[in-house]
């Protein structure tokens, strides 16, 4: 029987995607008609051939009420917030998301360029520049330089594994126990405090869900060393960002690396922007890929079709 497949993502080019799709599907020896649907049109198409799964990315909200026989979904992308907050999306689909597929380097990479800012003081040598001062400053010592990754799963374990290579006391936490050689791993909320207390660094990880809305508020940053640095490639919901904010203006914080944010895109009066402490950026730590999420998808929908196990598989109770 031949795979009916939908794909549908804004950020892509559609036709180009929906072609790699197809032959990565030949290769997985899945019969399969993919077709584009434009993410950007908004209006319902009342005669749109039925598909039996969709490949999406921020699709918009009609996608659901013009597909009424999906059984899976496959985002193209690690976060599934904004899929799951579609009120259409078929209760009975099995939703899936993606792993890695270039994204854990991708994020490592960004997350390591901005501790190494602040660790080896560029942000204080660009204002001693901007006021021809000749000032050396002093590096503490990496191995109690404290790193936390909130968020242990794929991409933050390997972002916790990247920062201990690089000499660093890294800690992490996740609801449940990890075992990352080189890293302090904390659990639960018994344990998220300790896990705060005295980092240098915090890195974000977290998805959106109703479990990390606002968990980084005032009493939790306040529990970083002072002068500490917050660094979120997560989702902006699970910062508070007033919050952040009155620790910055009180000097309890040091500086902040954002990639994400409550609102985006950021809005143009947001506080944030005029800034010297934060640094800004739009959303692009870890972009998808084509040949790897393509690849990753056509693994799963492979999977999938023959009624394997497949991973990444969400749990919309949770919200990841
Ligand atoms: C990007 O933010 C993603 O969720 O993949």
Redo the contacts with the bound molecule.
Sequence with gaps: MTLRIVFCARETTAQVWAEALRVALVREGVDADVWPRDAGQAAVDAHAPQADVAVVWRPPAVLFEEQRHLQAVFNL???VDALLALPGLPAKASVFR?EDAG?ARALSEYVLAAVLRVYRRFDRYAVSQSQQRWQPESLPARERYGVGVLGLGVLGATIAMTLSGHGFAVRGHARTRREIAGVDCRAGDAEFASFLDGLDVLVSVLPATPATRGILDHRALARLAAGAHVVNVGRGAALVEADLLVLLDAGHLGGATLDVFAIEPLPADHPYWARRDIVITP?VA?E?ELEPAIEQVAGKLARWSRGDPVSGAVDRERGY
């Design positions: 992308g690690a976060g993606l994204m959303h870890a998808t």
